[in-house]
């Protein structure tokens, strides 16, 4: 008792009454992570939003590993029940009921939240005060995400400086979380995915339908999409940034910024440049290629002038007109 008085200690035992989940919705560890930077919150059409990302609620399934991801403007009751509505009805298209909830307290232990929790005949647990650890699997994989989307955006921003910033993480942590979904851990000894796991399929979304995040994206002309004609000599391709694949499109239709209007919108007929070759060359090296490119064009045009001159000596002017 006096080692106890004399020495403070922390107790990191693993939280007791957590049974090994048996099937999908069984378990679910939640928790939130804040940003110190607000983040981009894209819209289609209209005036730029000065809405922001600032928050974000993860879901993990314990038997698949699976993680869902939402979105927040604020950490709010409010928002983060609705957080919790847009899981529900997530695993409601496959067929699964969410059983019972294990978080830290705060925003889940409010009268919001746990009045839902009865409503819905959920049960909840809680961590001990301080004792973080206890949800150590949400919190593991908000670590996880968190390092896969800084490392998404400094790769993206090394290679596209002028472009890439970290207001992009919104779209970098989803990305990150749709390719932990597909892929998931080297340390689960399952041959199937979380999303696979989840879903009780053996679908998994084609390796092609990736790519990099925040790479140049070439989108083809709105009037060549409807099948309308363009002058010859218009650009047939406008250049966006990719963030990732679309939540509620095909998997092949990805999330691009446009950086005239600054609109996020999904499209499907790009050309993705998932190693940035598009963009070796800095603003000093196009300044030359201009002027390589206009000394070319006027060496090229004596040229064409000298031939004609030695046509009509050779030939006679009448062949060339």
């Not at 992570?33 to 607000?38: A, D, Q, V, Y």
């Not at 029940?81 to 969410?98: D, M, N, P, V, Y």
């Not at 006027?298 to 006679?316: A, D, F, L, P, V």
Request: glycine share 6%; with cysteine.
């Amino acid at each position: 008792m006096a080692t106890a008085h004399r020495k403070p200690w922390r107790n990191r035992r693993a939280p007791s009454g957590l049974r090994k989940a048996k099937q999908p919705g069984q378990c679910i560890s939640v928790d939130q992570l804040k940003s110190p930077i607000p983040g981009l919150m894209g819209q289609m059409k209209g005036m730029p939003t000065t809405k922001r990302f600032n928050y974000a609620t993860v879901f993990v399934d314990h038997y698949s590993d699976l993680s869902y991801l939402v979105l927040q403007e604020t950490d709010t009751a409010d928002e983060t029940l609705a957080a919790k509505h847009s899981f529900e009805a997530f695993a409601r298209t496959h067929a699964i009921r969410i059983q019972h909830y294990h978080a830290d307290n705060g925003r889940f232990a409010e009268n919001l939240w746990t009045d839902d929790i009865q409503k819905q005949g959920q049960t909840m647990s809680y961590c001990g005060v301080s004792a973080h650890w206890q949800n150590g699997i949400a919190e593991k994989r908000i670590k996880d995400l968190q390092d896969l989307a800084r490392t998404q955006l400094i790769h993206a921003k090394i290679r596209w400086p002028g472009v890439i910033d970290a207001r992009l993480w919104p779209y970098a942590l989803t990305t990150a979380n749709d390719v932990y979904n597909q892929t998931g851990s080297v340390q689960k000894k399952t041959p199937k995915v979380p999303i696979q796991l989840f879903t009780d399929s053996d679908h998994q979304q084609p390796k092609s339908d990736f790519h990099t995040f925040g790479c140049p994206v070439f989108v083809l002309e709105s009037d060549l999409q409807d099948e309308k004609k363009i002058s010859k000599w218009e650009g047939r391709a406008r250049l966006g940034v990719n963030l990732g694949p679309s939540p509620v499109h095909a998997t092949n239709v990805s999330l691009v910024l446009n950086l005239e209007t600054g609109h996020v919108s999904p499209q499907y007929h790009i050309v993705h440049d998932d190693t940035f070759e598009t963009l070796s060359q800095d603003a000093a090296s196009n300044k030359t290629y201009q002027r390589s490119v206009s000394s070319l064009s006027r060496r090229s045009g004596e040229r064409t002038i000298n031939t004609m001159q030695m046509c009509n000596t050779r030939y006679g002017s009448r062949h060339l007109h």
